[in-house]
């Protein structure tokens, strides 16, 4: 089967007229086809998809304009609503649950005309660092078998490495778009915090599963204030082109640049191969310098928010149905109950101070490079050596959880294989609303 080709390529095809939606959407479906183990698509939607394939051929034919993203075959993560699809969040607890709304980040990109298939797995809650659930089990990586496609939008990188989409929305609250990009050799981009609409996620205001508009994070929690939706792709291009869709503006001029870099190792362990593919990175780019402790405070402060921030809306989307949670998820939103108000205060502080003082860094860097994890995709169990160790778990994901605290932009991109042959990427951070900037910084070494 032919190498799946990129959105930025799907849409010029069908918008040129020289491919037509049915054609490109009959070729996804043939690899979703050949993938049946795969277990990415929680829910296919193909029926509907190749309504909107036709509608997009007819109006082509008829000289009528088309979308940017015409005929780009989409996949969104199963805690984002699509109004009639099912809105799981991958809990029994939600099983049978149907969205009533979708969410405007993929209104955004239907409206453009991408063509809907499916929604994809993740972890419970989308809590996890690898991509299985006790309502549909695990997905496979479709690139390297025996790794795991990451979590928690690691449906979406299953499908889009696959050739199942072309495009895919996922969700970032602590690494959950850069892992899995990291997993399978794919592209993402984690925006700053309020360029995307987040609304449409599950749980919502109080404890909402989609069956409304309030499905979205509470702002006054911590899920609200740092988790985004953004784009998974196969090439940073793709990853613009999406932005301009999901916010649309310009896209500024980009000059010089001053590159710092960091080989994460006060954030957690890292491979010896993979600082060095950081700081090789960096250098290809200009004079670069290196800055040892770039974001190393925010760590602690995010880990320490992040497990007493409240989770009054997880455990109210399940009310009356405990016992179909995993222990380990309940566990969580129980835990995370055990604070007082002073302590959650005063952790917020700390955490906000922390972000202060990282983000001081550009005032010197327009950008900073460092490792998307401190090894590369984790065994199905979620560890992976790293230089003799055994890491795995939210350790695993130090280096994305740190960026996370400075609701900055972050483009995770491949820029090397490890010994195992498995992909090496960076995060390539630049400072709030600078998104731009990290996507360009980006291509320019995916160009390499």
Same mark, same amino acid.
């Given at each position: 089967?032919?190498?799946?080709?990129?959105?930025?390529?799907?849409?010029?095809?069908?918008?040129?007229?020289?491919?037509?939606?049915?054609?490109?959407?009959?070729?996804?479906?043939?690899?979703? +086809?050949?993938?049946?183990? /795969?277990?990415?698509?929680?829910?296919?939607?193909?029926?509907?998809?190749?309504?909107?394939?036709?509608?997009?051929? !007819?109006?082509?034919?008829?000289?009528?304009? @088309?979308?940017?993203?015409?005929?780009?075959?989409?996949?969104?993560?199963?805690?984002?609503?699509?109004?009639?699809?099912?809105?799981?969040?991958?809990?029994?607890?939600?099983?049978?649950?149907?969205?009533?709304?979708?969410?405007?980040?993929?209104?955004?990109?239907?409206?453009? +005309?991408?063509?809907?298939?499916?929604?994809?797995?993740?972890?419970?809650?989308?809590? =996890?660092?690898? &991509?299985?659930?006790?309502?549909?089990?695990?997905?496979?990586? $479709?690139?390297?078998?025996?790794?795991?496609?990451?979590?928690?939008? =690691?449906?979406?990188?299953?499908? /889009?490495?696959? =050739?199942?989409?072309?495009?895919?929305? #996922?969700?970032?609250? =602590?690494?959950?778009?850069?892992?899995?990009?990291? &997993?399978?050799?794919?592209?993402?981009?984690?925006?700053?915090?309020?360029?995307?609409?987040?609304?449409?996620?599950?749980?919502?205001?109080?404890?909402?599963? #989609?069956?409304?508009?309030?499905?979205?994070?509470?702002?006054?929690?911590?899920?609200?204030?740092?988790?985004?939706?953004?784009?998974?792709?196969?090439?940073?291009?793709?990853?613009?082109?999406?932005?301009?869709?999901?916010?649309?503006?310009?896209?500024?001029?980009?000059?010089?640049?001053?590159?710092?870099?960091?080989?994460?190792?006060?954030?957690?362990?890292?491979?010896?191969? !993979?600082?060095?593919?950081?700081?090789?990175?960096?250098?290809?780019?200009?004079?670069?310098?290196?800055?040892?402790?770039?974001?190393?405070?925010?760590?602690?402060?995010?880990?320490?928010?992040?497990?007493?921030?409240?989770?009054?809306?997880?455990?109210?989307?399940?009310?009356?149905?405990?016992?179909?949670?995993?222990?380990?998820?309940?566990?969580?939103?129980?835990?995370?109950?055990?604070?007082?108000?002073?302590?959650?205060?005063?952790?917020?502080?700390?955490?906000?101070?922390?972000?202060?003082?990282?983000?001081?860094?550009?005032?010197?860097?327009?950008?900073?490079?460092?490792?998307?994890?401190?090894? $590369?995709? &984790?065994?199905? +169990?979620?560890?992976?050596?790293?230089?003799?160790?055994?890491?795995?778990?939210?350790?695993?994901?130090?280096? &994305?959880?740190?960026?996370?605290?400075?609701?900055?932009?972050?483009?995770?991109?491949?820029?090397?294989?490890?010994?195992?042959?498995?992909?090496?990427?960076?995060?390539?951070?630049?400072?709030?609303?600078? +998104?731009?900037?990290?996507?360009?910084?980006?291509?320019? @070494?995916?160009?390499?």
């Amino acid at each position: 089967m032919s190498t799946p080709p990129s959105a930025s390529a799907v849409a010029a095809a069908v918008g040129g007229g020289t491919r037509s939606a049915r054609e490109v959407l009959d070729e996804h479906r043939a690899r979703a +086809d050949a993938h049946p183990h /795969l277990n990415a698509l929680v829910a296919e939607d193909w029926h509907r998809a190749a309504a909107a394939a036709a509608s997009i051929d !007819i109006r082509r034919s008829r000289g009528e304009p @088309l979308g940017p993203l015409a005929g780009v075959p989409l996949t969104v993560k199963d805690v984002v609503a699509v109004a009639g699809l099912p809105l799981t969040a991958g809990s029994r607890a939600l099983a049978g649950n149907v969205a009533g709304t979708t969410a405007p980040a993929v209104a955004r990109l239907l409206a453009a +005309d991408a063509v809907l298939v499916g929604k994809t797995n993740c972890p419970e809650f989308a809590f =996890g660092s690898t &991509c299985a659930n006790d309502l549909f089990g695990a997905t496979a990586n $479709p690139r390297f078998p025996e790794r795991s496609p990451g979590g928690s939008s =690691g449906g979406e990188a299953a499908a /889009l490495a696959a =050739g199942v989409s072309s495009l895919g929305i #996922g969700t970032d609250f =602590g690494g959950s778009l850069r892992w899995p990009a990291q &997993c399978t050799g794919l592209v993402a981009l984690r925006p700053s915090v309020g360029r995307v609409a987040a609304a449409g996620q599950v749980p919502g205001l109080a404890g909402s599963v #989609g069956a409304t508009d309030r499905a979205w994070p509470s702002p006054t929690s911590m899920q609200g204030r740092f988790q985004v939706v953004g784009p998974l792709a196969r090439t940073v291009a793709d990853l613009a082109l999406a932005l301009d869709v999901l916010a649309p503006g310009p896209r500024p001029e980009v000059g010089p640049v001053r590159i710092g870099w960091s080989d994460g190792a006060r954030l957690g362990p890292v491979r010896a191969e !993979i600082a060095e593919a950081v700081r090789t990175a960096a250098e290809s780019l200009g004079p670069a310098r290196e800055v040892p402790d770039a974001f190393a405070g925010c760590l602690q402060p995010y880990n320490d928010l992040r497990a007493i921030d409240p989770m009054h809306d997880h455990l109210r989307s399940v009310r009356g149905r405990e016992e179909l949670v995993s222990a380990a998820c309940l566990q969580t939103f129980e835990d995370s109950l055990g604070a007082g108000p002073d302590r959650l205060a005063e952790a917020w502080r700390t955490a906000l101070a922390a972000q202060d003082t990282a983000l001081e860094i550009f005032d010197r860097f327009d950008v900073v490079l460092l490792p998307v994890a401190g090894g $590369p995709a &984790c065994l199905p +169990d979620g560890t992976v050596e790293v230089d003799g160790a055994t890491v795995g778990g939210w350790e695993l994901m130090a280096h &994305c959880r740190a960026v996370t605290l400075l609701g900055a932009p972050a483009v995770a991109v491949p820029v090397a294989t490890s010994t195992e042959g498995l992909p090496i990427s960076v995060q390539v951070v630049a400072a709030p609303g600078r +998104d731009h900037l990290a996507l360009a910084v980006a291509a320019e @070494l995916e160009r390499g």
